[in-house]
């Protein structure tokens, strides 16, 4: 079977409207596939409804069970008579699980009904997910157990870093691991100064400062304390600093209550909120001067491949799961996890600006991958692991 004729469904327990780096890899996947064979994905329905009729592929919302204690809801895919039919009818080659849990669990086990591999990625630091919600070291621990279990009966494993990798081995599994990196979705466009101009004007970006931003979920376990102590001792010494943070989440409201707390002068810091348009994303990056991004929790972020794909340079923490993406000073910066530190460091960098170019082409030259060409080695490597499953139970 050519790789690209294979039939996949994607599983994954949140998709939009929540966005997140899971929910844009899932996407990717699954718009590019679907232009050769037939993909769909299979997640839960959301507490919040989405038109799902324009996305470029099939997507079945399975029955869920609403949880009132976060934003996410319990998918209850084993109760759903329609989900079976369907994979069933679509004759699907291959099912590949983007989370060990309910969708996860449901694609493990029917992929042995059918007679197809189960592909599933490790993307998320579970233990960290788990702590932050209990407060509780046992119930992580359990809940890490069963990851593990999960991962040994799927047919392939998969990381979308070699650190990332490392953390599932941590949490004590031991078989094989392959490395599927994750890819960005954004390129330097050909409009880039008109759109830089366009977005500084709408949104009130100073030309004469040093813009600093974040993207991301607001959320504490993205290390938001950190960035804005951070930009406390920034503002402290220099009014030429100023803090731009995209995104939205239900730490938002304790997280601005926090810089409030501060005091920071006017115009220092600004939450600007979610921000779906692709373009003005480009914009913000396009008008920013580094990426900060210090987060210890996520493994793969896809904001840094979009930020180096427009030319612009990330300051990640040593050692992290995230700072394996740069070569520290030629492609990114490093710093300790402490606001000192960081504050130095991110002095530094702006301090010498043609040390700062010369990273940010280094970072444009060598960290992104288009989707387009991950998701071709996806297609080469599913077909395989089909080859493989085939021969193996033939």
Known sequence: M???DIKTAQFIDTYFPLV??????????????NSDAYTCVVTP??????????LPYDVFRTTTIKASISEYSLPAPKLDRRLRYFLTVKKIDLFHAHSPFTEGGFAQSFSKKLGVPCVATFHSKYYDDVLHMTHSKALARVVTDHIVRFYEKCDSVWSCSESTADTLRSYGYKGDI?????????????????????VATQYQIPSDKKIILFVGHQIWHKNLKLVLDTMKLLSECSDDYRLLIIGDGYDGEKIKKYADSLSFPDGAVRFVGKIMDKEIIMGFYLNAGLLFFPSVYDNSPLVVREAASLGVPSLLVEGSNASEAVRKDITGYTAAENKVAMYREIVKIFSNEEKRKAVSIAARQEIPKTWEQIVSMVQEKYAEILEKYRFDHS
């Open 2 to 4: 050519k790789p690209s």
């Open 20 to 33: 997140d780096g899971v929910v844009n890899t899932v996407h990717n996947y699954a718009t590019l596939l």
């Open 45 to 54: 329905k959301g507490m919040k409804d989405h038109d799902d009729k324009p």
């Open 178 to 198: 392959f490395v599927m990196d994750n890819g960005s979705s954004m390129s330097c466009p050909d409009n880039a100064d008109e759109l830089k101009e366009r």
